[in-house]
């Protein structure tokens, strides 16, 4: 059974940082392509970053370029992303997404969200 797990949600004071994870079960992380959405109330679901599952790039939104890192842990089977500079339009709700290629991501598989909220 695929499931994907996040964890690392919380307030935050702007300029604080923040790692999500993304426990993967049920496939190898390595075998598909990870990506981070998030969605803001009342806006779009957006792609943040996403990890390739084999050759490629790493790919990230203009808003979170040299803020945002994610990362893979194949022994652990989980996606991370590190989340430093924290500004209050980065306040929405996280998802991970596991997708054959980034394109497909709405057919992928979802985890449930992680609220991250950036205020003084």
């Known amino acids: 059974q695929v499931q994907l797990v996040e964890s690392g949600g919380g307030l935050v004071h702007p300029g604080g940082s923040l790692r999500l994870s993304c426990a993967a079960s049920?496939?190898?992380?390595?075998?598909?392509?990870m990506s981070w959405f998030r969605q803001a109330p009342g806006s779009e679901r957006e792609l943040v970053a996403v990890?390739?599952?084999?050759?490629?790039?790493?790919n990230y939104a203009d808003s979170v370029k040299g803020r945002f890192t994610i990362s893979r842990d194949n022994a652990k089977n989980t996606v991370y992303l590190q989340m430093n500079s924290l500004e209050p339009e980065d306040t929405a709700v996280y998802y991970c997404?596991?997708?054959?290629?980034?394109?497909?991501?709405?057919?992928?598989?979802w985890g449930q969200g992680t609220q991250v909220t950036v205020s003084s």
């Open positions: 997404n596991a997708a054959p290629i980034v394109a497909l991501y709405r057919t992928g598989y």
């Open positions: 049920g496939f190898a992380v390595t075998s598909y392509a």
């Open positions: 990890i390739p599952s084999v050759g490629g790039s790493i």
